[in-house]
């Protein structure tokens, strides 16, 4: 089951309605030519443009969704089974559920080892560096023909870590009989490898098994073909839905990583939101595929593991999908409620509103532009009449003393001098106009002094009266 990208584009703009398994296109990596530093605008074909638009849109999503992983509590006492000691992934489960990163969720200090001989694995299991990395200190055997263990051995194990090869489903039966039965198991970790021949059907069935008897414990399930050498975190994968699988999961012949599929299935122990999970994972080694862009942007913005891991089970490409065509729509708008009438008259009432405003702005502008106008001929008539005096005779004051002091003069010499030029006012009626003002003028001087002599009435009675 992979998602290319063709299909992938389809998704956004139809549906996200998980698609069958596409014809295998293993298109061009031209994203990655950008960093050649040639000429690259023509290069592209519209496939490659879209497939970058699609990158980018990733690379928000990622930065987006950067989510705290819960952590579910895991107890004290760690069991594995289903490992092979001959086996690399035997190692590798120990060094995944003892690493140091991991000590902050995989709380352990009792690593239990379950083995068909013990003596044989501690002689494969226990590597030169156990001692220093603590290893030593925690692993136990238990001994067992299958990679069930007894209820005796379970006692006091909180969190079980089994492997189950070649897709058995039988296997898996078991298993969740045995946690159901144990009463300290409380959370489980099941990887299933080697499932290239499962189908959806088989899957659901295993599914529905899983899901119906498992009420004491929590578990993910993490389903892959067979394993291959690839070590962890170098290709790209994705993790779907057992239920999302539209006929087989796996390609004839596809492997997928034993190292990458350990780190996913332990770190899905600590992972709260995996809980109750039941996926798979393919590897994808195209870059330009969603899932490639998805672990390539995690890995570029710093993601740990577990955050990448919790990314991919909770939320896969499909999330992932979901969330940029989320991103991608309109925000809604508010319904209308308004009859057509209601709407015309209200936007007719607001277009009347925009003229009466433009106009009153307009008017404005041309007093102010006016305003303007006069004050610049004022001052053009007060700097002559300046000059004109002091031709005559020494002024005693500066030029912008003797300006203000008659700026109410100038002003209406401006405004006369403005009407005139507009021939609405001819030099008759702008003697009238300065017989006026100067009329008004002594009105307003006799009306001050009247108010001054008053004032100075009243207080010299005051003065008197004080005697
Ligand atoms: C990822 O999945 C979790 C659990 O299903 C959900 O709570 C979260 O909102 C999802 N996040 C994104 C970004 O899709
Ligand atoms: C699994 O299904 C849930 C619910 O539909 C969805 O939110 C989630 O993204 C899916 N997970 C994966 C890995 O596709």
């Given at each position: 089951?992979k998602?290319?990208?063709p299909l992938?584009?389809?998704?956004?703009?139809?549906?996200?309605?998980?698609?069958?398994?596409?014809p295998?296109?293993?298109?061009?990596?031209?994203l990655?030519q950008?960093?050649?530093g040639?000429e690259?605008r023509?290069l592209?074909?519209?496939?490659?443009?879209e497939?970058?638009?699609?990158?980018?849109?990733?690379?928000?999503?990622?930065?987006?969704?950067?989510?705290?992983?819960?952590?579910?509590?895991?107890?004290?006492?760690?069991?594995v089974?289903?490992?092979?000691?001959?086996?690399?992934?035997?190692?590798?489960?120990?060094?995944?559920?003892?690493?140091e990163?991991?000590?902050?969720?995989?709380?352990?200090?009792?690593?239990?080892?379950?083995?068909?001989?013990?003596?044989?694995?501690?002689?494969?299991?226990i590597?030169?560096?156990?001692?220093?990395?603590?290893?030593?200190d925690?692993?136990?055997?238990?001994?067992?023909?299958?990679?069930?263990?007894t209820?005796e051995?379970?006692?006091?194990?909180?969190?079980?870590?089994?492997h189950?090869?070649?897709?058995?489903m039988?296997?898996?039966?078991?298993?969740?009989?045995?946690?159901e039965?144990?009463?300290d198991?409380?959370?489980?970790?099941?990887?299933?490898?080697?499932?290239?021949?499962?189908?959806?059907?088989?899957?659901?069935?295993?599914?529905?098994?899983v899901k119906?008897k498992?009420?004491?414990?929590?578990?993910?399930v993490?389903?892959v073909?067979?394993?291959?050498?690839?070590?962890?975190?170098?290709?790209?994968?994705?993790?779907?839905?057992?239920?999302?699988?539209?006929e087989?999961?796996?390609?004839?012949?596809?492997?997928f990583?034993?190292?990458e599929?350990?780190?996913i299935?332990?770190?899905?122990l600590?992972?709260?939101?995996?809980?109750?999970?039941f996926?798979?994972?393919?590897?994808?080694?195209?870059?330009?595929?969603?899932?490639?862009?998805?672990?390539?942007?995690?890995?570029?913005?710093g993601?740990?593991?577990?955050?990448?891991v919790?990314?991919?089970?909770m939320?896969?490409?499909?999330?992932?999908?979901?969330?940029?065509?989320?991103?991608?729509?309109?925000r809604?708008?508010?319904?209308d409620?308004?009859?057509?009438?209601?709407?015309?008259?209200?936007?007719?009432?607001?277009?009347?509103?925009?003229?009466?405003?433009?106009?009153?702005?307009?008017?404005?502008?041309?007093?102010?532009e006016?305003?303007?106008k006069i004050?610049?001929?004022?001052?053009?008539?007060?700097?002559?009449?300046?000059?004109?005096?002091?031709?005559r005779?020494?002024?005693?004051?500066?030029?912008?003393?003797?300006?203000?002091?008659?700026w109410?003069?100038?002003?209406?010499?401006?405004?006369?001098?403005m009407?005139?030029?507009?021939g609405?006012?001819?030099p008759?009626?702008?003697?009238?106009?300065?017989?006026?003002?100067k009329?008004?003028?002594?009105?307003?001087?006799?009306?001050?002094?009247?108010?001054?002599?008053?004032?100075?009435?009243?207080?010299?009675?005051?003065?008197?009266e004080?005697?």
């Amino acid at each position: 089951m992979k998602l290319h990208l063709p299909l992938l584009l389809s998704t956004i703009t139809l549906s996200a309605a998980f698609l069958s398994p596409p014809p295998p296109t293993h298109s061009t990596t031209a994203l990655y030519q950008r960093s050649l530093g040639f000429e690259t605008r023509n290069l592209y074909t519209r496939e490659e443009t879209e497939q970058m638009k699609v990158q980018s849109k990733v690379r928000h999503y990622i930065r987006k969704i950067r989510s705290k992983i819960a952590i579910t509590p895991l107890g004290k006492k760690v069991l594995v089974s289903g490992f092979e000691p001959e086996d690399p992934s035997a190692t590798m489960v120990l060094d995944f559920l003892n690493n140091e990163e991991a000590k902050l969720y995989f709380p352990f200090d009792s690593i239990v080892a379950h083995v068909p001989d013990g003596k044989i694995a501690k002689k494969r299991m226990i590597g030169r560096n156990a001692r220093y990395t603590g290893l030593l200190d925690k692993l136990e055997f238990s001994e067992g023909e299958t990679l069930i263990p007894t209820m005796e051995q379970l006692a006091g194990v909180n969190s079980w870590v089994v492997h189950v090869a070649g897709g058995d489903m039988d296997v898996l039966g078991k298993v969740v009989e045995a946690a159901e039965g144990a009463v300290d198991v409380k959370n489980v970790a099941i990887l299933v490898s080697g499932a290239g021949g499962v189908d959806q059907k088989a899957l659901a069935e295993m599914e529905g098994m899983v899901k119906s008897k498992a009420t004491s414990f929590d578990y993910t399930v993490v389903v892959v073909p067979e394993w291959n050498d690839v070590p962890e975190a170098q290709c790209a994968y994705g993790v779907v839905n057992a239920t999302d699988v539209a006929e087989v999961p796996f390609a004839a012949g596809e492997t997928f990583s034993r190292e990458e599929s350990l780190r996913i299935v332990t770190e899905c122990l600590a992972i709260n939101g995996a809980k109750g999970k039941f996926v798979v994972a393919n590897a994808f080694p195209d870059k330009t595929s969603v899932e490639g862009m998805l672990i390539q942007s995690m890995r570029e913005t710093g993601f740990s593991r577990i955050e990448e891991v919790g990314m991919m089970v909770m939320n896969g490409s499909k999330g992932c999908m979901q969330l940029i065509e989320d991103m991608s729509k309109p925000r809604a708008t508010p319904v209308d409620t308004r009859t057509p009438e209601e709407k015309a008259a209200e936007e007719a009432k607001a277009e009347q509103l925009r003229k009466e405003r433009r106009a009153q702005m307009l008017e404005e502008q041309k007093v102010q532009e006016r305003q303007e106008k006069i004050e610049t001929r004022a001052r053009k008539w007060a700097e002559r009449e300046f000059y004109r005096r002091s031709l005559r005779s020494r002024l005693e004051m500066r030029q912008d003393e003797f300006i203000q002091m008659i700026w109410d003069r100038a002003l209406l010499e401006g405004e006369l001098e403005m009407r005139y030029d507009d021939g609405d006012i001819d030099p008759p009626e702008m003697e009238e106009k300065r017989r006026q003002w100067k009329e008004q003028q002594r009105e307003k001087s006799k009306a001050t002094l009247a108010a001054n002599v008053q004032r100075i009435q009243e207080m010299m009675k005051k003065e008197i009266e004080s005697y």
